[in-house]
């Protein structure tokens, strides 16, 4: 069951939330199939469980995530001592490995150009915080984050679907990978004094927690601004303001509140 958690299996709609949205945008235009679908959903999902395996064994292993802090990488297993970063290894070995198979059935089902979304997945996933890429800690979390699990797996679903890629799949992208990077952008606020003394440049750490704020803030307001214009145009339903349930409160917000405070402070 550890090995299982060390996965952290319960962020897992990030990545198949878009991918969903992706493919059924391809339904919209006729074109669907149920096992590229689900095939494609388990290879995904794999391929995220590995990239949260990889991304807590390099935290780790780098002394980003050690006791007396949060946990940047969120499982905790390895700094509370209940999996050896041995384990944790193989976890991300054997996520991967799965992965693979998985994306093998899809490729000879549908088309082999959908490999590229593929190993850009696996890439991304994998160097967030591995050497000697370490997109995480050169300021890049954010923008990989925003490709990732916007562009790149609600693109990715929509291909796997049509062979095509259309303004309509870059826009629901755009609207979808901004919640899931502000979740990463508030994050970074609220480690940013952990960050500092292990000399991670995060976007708060080269730019400030106020701009960071404010970003986190701008990308909360645009991703409405192009709902409701995919609702104008009746690209989407109406069925898209269920989405307004995720506007952020309490507790959500809390990493930005004070550097929105202070900057409002500073301009009157």
Known sequence: MKYFLAT???V???SL???????LLGL???HFSWILYFLGAISLMFIHLGSNSANDYFDYKHGIDRPGTFGSSGSRLLMNGKITLKAEKYVVITCFVVAVVFGIAVILLSTPYILIFGLLGIAGGYFYTADPVNLKYHGLSVPTIFVMYGLLITTGGYYLMTRTVSPDALILSVVIGFPVTNIVLSNEIRDSANDRQVGIKSVTILFGDVAGAWLYFAMFLFQFILLFYMILIQKISLLGLLSLGQIPTGHMLEPVKQ???YSILQIQ
Do not use: C, D
């Open 12 to 14: 897992v709609s990030a």
């Open 28 to 30: 919209r235009n006729a």
């Open 259 to 261: 550097p929105m405070a």
């Open 17 to 23: 939330v878009p991918f969903t949205v992706g493919a």
């Open 8 to 10: 952290r299996p319960y």
